[in-house]
């Protein structure tokens, strides 16, 4: 069973700095892209961010480029996002998800997703 | 970037109707690249939905997806209770590259 297990939210002040993590099993993690997705609590998905396979490739929305850097770790099936310079309005659930598809880079639909974790902007 | 327009915002319905969700793309969305996913309180989005008509494993045949170019429908054929959730439309593959997702659509219990 594919699993995905976000941890590393919690409240920060504007300016500062978070990384979450995104714990991967139940399938062979290097051959799929991967993703951030985050919700702001009664609101509507926004994508974040994506990374291929092999981690070279990464893309980012327009509203974190910049401040935020997706990586990930092949060996240790772990997906990150590292926010620095974090805002009120960053405050969101954090979703990884995974592409559904096999390949090197990131182009096709989210299946499954994570539970998400908060992440609280505020001082 | 292509935008996407659900509607209506919010359904009020009950058991065993029928409950059609639209999504309306601002561009022509080629191959397809369309997928729904539904959301219920405290959860995560699930996959029912991708190809703008291929139904997710394990999703009921109740759900069905159509539609191409800027015009996509979700269709629930007889609502059962856990159906009530929101409904979000996604919009994948395209290049240079963002994912973008319609606001939503809420399937509320009349």
């Known amino acids: 069973e594919v699993q995905l297990l976000e941890s590393g939210g919690g409240l920060v002040q504007p300016g500062g700095s978070l990384r979450l993590s995104c714990a991967a099993s139940?399938?062979?993690?290097?051959?799929?892209?991967m993703n951030w997705v985050r919700q702001v609590p009664g609101r509507g998905l926004e994508w974040v961010s994506g990374i291929g396979g092999g981690g070279d490739d990464t893309y980012y929305a327009d509203s974190v480029k910049g401040r935020f850097t997706i990586s990930r770790d092949n060996s240790k099936n772990t997906l990150y996002l590292q926010m620095n310079s974090l805002r009120a309005e960053d405050t969101a659930v954090y979703y990884c998800?995974?592409?559904?598809?096999?390949?090197?880079?990131?182009?096709?639909?989210?299946?499954?997703w994570g539970r998400g974790t908060l992440v609280a902007v505020s001082s | 970037e292509i935008v996407l327009t659900q509607s209506p915002g919010t359904l009020s319905l009950s058991p065993g109707e029928r409950a059609t969700l639209s999504c309306r793309a601002s561009?022509?969305?080629?191959?397809?690249?369309l997928a729904w996913y539904q959301q219920k309180p405290g959860q995560a989005p699930r996959l029912l939905i991708y190809g703008a008509s291929s139904r997710a494993t394990g999703i009921p045949d109740r759900f069905s997806g159509s539609g191409s170019g800027t015009d996509f429908t979700l269709a629930i054929s007889r609502l059962e209770p856990e159906d009530f959730a929101v409904y979000y439309c996604q919009h994948y593959g395209s290049s240079p590259f963002v994912y973008t997702f319609g606001q939503g659509t809420k399937v509320e219990s009349k």
């Open positions: 998800a995974k592409d559904a598809v096999p390949r090197n880079s990131v182009w096709d639909w989210f299946d499954p």
């Open positions: 561009q022509s969305i080629s191959n397809s690249y």
């Open positions: 139940g399938f062979t993690f290097s051959n799929y892209a």
